[in-house]
């Protein structure tokens, strides 16, 4: 069974909606989906919301761990998402020799606001948390307590590791920032990450990769109805 984390904002919850289903329409092995939704968190998650916090699951990302109870491996992925690939091909990048892998981005925002106002906060490693191949049994250093008193760049750093050379790398594939890399044949991205905004916000509506997004948003809206016979 992949075990999938998926963050879930309470202002915009189509988004991790549309992730899970693009997840679903092309894993060919079977997938426990879980979105991270604060309220049924109960006192795992004591955070308070902080000022740069951009999302609900800014840090309770970092419970997923704890909540696979520290046994085998589970995948964590934001919201802002969509799957265009198999999510077995990535659960089969799982390697031992590591605690956590993700795509190494050398990300550098040059904006100062992101979605819905919120303030682009720059920082090493920025974005490598947004996709995260955990080994929970080596991730013990985050339990509910350290994930609720640690600051920002201890977790999204990965500092509570306490040796980067516990960090494996994915492709870059598995993580492909939309309007940020270079533009791409869809057919070469397995994960579209609209960390700027995506189709979803009339700000953004115009993103790169929004008609993929759009159409799995049709696809989920989909349903199948009685045809009525003619007599």
């Known amino acids: 069974m992949i075990r999938v984390f998926i963050g879930y904002s309470r ?33 795992l998650y004591t ?16 419970l997923t761990p704890s909540l696979a109870g520290f046994q085998d ?22 390697d031992d020799r590591y605690a956590v892998q993700v795509v190494k981005h050398d990300h550098v925002p040059q904006e100062d606001v992101k979605f819905l ?3 682009q906060t720059k920082y090493e490693k920025k974005n490598w948390s947004s996709v995260m191949l955990f080994n929970c049994a080596r991730c013990t250093a985050l339990t509910p307590d350290y994930v609720n008193s640690a600051t920002g760049l201890e977790l999204h750093q990965f500092k509570w590791l306490g040796d980067d050379g516990l ?12 309007d940020y890399d270079p533009t791409i044949p869809a057919r070469d991205i397995s ?21 993929l997004w759009l159409a799995e948003r049709e696809a989920m809206l989909h349903c199948a109805q009685r045809v009525a016979k003619t007599k």
């Open 11 to 43: 202002a915009a919850p189509v988004v991790s909606s549309v992730a899970a289903l693009s997840i679903n329409r092309r894993a060919s092995q079977p997938v426990a989906i879980t979105h991270l939704a604060l309220n049924q968190l109960g006192g």
């Open 47 to 62: 955070r308070p919301q902080h000022e740069l916090q951009s999302t609900d699951f800014s840090f309770s990302r970092f």
């Open 73 to 94: 491996w589970a995948i964590f992925m934001d919201d802002d998402m969509l799957v265009l690939d198999d999510i077995a091909k990535l659960w089969a990048l799982r």
């Open 117 to 119: 106002d919120k303030v």
């Open 167 to 178: 960090i494996g790398e994915i492709p870059h594939r598995w993580n492909y920032l939309a």
């Open 191 to 211: 994960i579209v990450h609209y960390t700027l905004g995506g189709p979803y916000y009339d700000d953004t509506s115009d993103c790169a990769y929004s008609d």
